[in-house]
């Protein structure tokens, strides 16, 4: 269990995050929308530590991860990966390299710096990219991948990390609606699968109600929405983002099905199958 509770996180005079509390179980998908600024990332910052929280509590599996500091905040962590927009790839080495820096904080600093990885390491990496379905692409510049390719690689090198929860951060904001698809297919059968906790932050309603079992919504720091997909009204979605009347909620969407995305699927998709059903072979 993820424990937030009263969490506060201020800038200046800004509440960027504003009294959040959330109970988060073991091996749940939960996607956390509002619109630009209402707090998002700074929520995963916290509870990660890239950030220190003003005020509040963020305990998991009872531990208080708030106070950590040294070698107990490097282990912490490690047990969170992140997932980012841009990917956090380095361009210039190869995808496995890239996989295989995710077991940085696992592996000693002399080995790390001169990429001294094992046999066993490499084998996982491998691994984790078939998994993805982008084996082939192991020894290619991660930076001439697609971005749908290279969020998946974010997410092999996410895998070898052995996290016990994901945190992604608008994971498929950058992408076409195809990859957007493959990319969180990718992290839901990892979350059935491994069993780890997922929290995603995501722009697009349609994609938290499809792939998260829980939503937060947050405005001006503040959650003012949690529960299931079905419980979201089309109110509740107008006042997490803002909208009046107008409001419709396939303006948010960047599924390929919904009807009235204005999303299209390019003639030459890369060099990606076209999705039917659920692509990814995982
Ligand atoms: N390091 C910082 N210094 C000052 N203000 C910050 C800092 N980080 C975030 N903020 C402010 O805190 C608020 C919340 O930012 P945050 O990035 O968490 O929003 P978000 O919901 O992730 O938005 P977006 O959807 O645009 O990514 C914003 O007003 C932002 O300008
Ligand atoms: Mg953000």
């Given at each position: 269990m993820l424990e937030i509770q009263s969490l506060t996180k201020k800038f200046g005079t800004l509440r960027a995050v504003d009294n959040v509390s959330m109970r988060i179980p073991d091996g749940a998908m939960v996607g956390i929308i509002g619109r630009s600024g209402a707090g998002k990332s700074t929520v995963l910052r916290l509870v990660n530590r890239l950030a220190d929280p003003t005020e509040g509590k963020i305990r998991f599996h009872g531990q208080d991860v708030a106070n950590l500091k040294g070698k107990a905040l490097r282990d912490w962590q490690a047990n969170c990966a992140m997932i980012f927009q841009q990917f956090n790839l380095v361009p210039r080495l190869d995808v496995l390299t890239n996989v295989m820096l995710g077991r940085l904080n696992h592996v000693g600093t002399m080995r790390s710096l001169f990429r001294l990885f094992t046999d066993k390491e490499r084998m996982d990496g491998l691994m984790a990219l078939e998994r993805l379905g982008i084996e082939q692409t192991a020894l290619q510049q991660a930076g001439t991948l697609s971005g749908g390719q290279q969020q998946r690689v974010a997410i092999a090198r996410a895998l070898v990390q052995k996290p016990k929860l994901i945190l992604a951060d608008e994971p498929i904001a950058s992408?076409?609606?195809?990859?957007?698809?493959?990319?969180?297919?990718?992290?839901?059968r990892i979350n059935q699968e491994d069993g780890i906790t997922v929290?995603?932050?995501?722009?697009?309603l349609d994609t938290a109600r499809k792939y998260c079992e829980h939503i937060v919504g947050m405005s001006a720091g503040k959650v003012i929405f949690s529960g299931g997909p079905n419980?979201?009204?089309?109110?509740?979605?107008?006042?997490?983002?803002?909208?009046?009347?107008?409001?419709?909620?396939?303006?948010t969407s960047t599924s390929?099905?919904?009807?009235?995305?204005?999303?299209e699927i390019p003639d030459e998709a890369e060099d990606e199958p076209m999705p039917s059903g659920k692509v990814v072979n995982l």
């Open positions: 992408l076409d609606p195809m990859n957007a698809q493959l990319v969180m297919d990718a992290l839901k929290v995603c932050n995501l722009h697009t419980d979201l009204t089309t109110d509740q979605a107008r006042e997490i983002y803002g909208a009046g009347e107008e409001f419709n909620e396939a303006a390929i099905t919904t009807e009235g995305a204005s999303a």
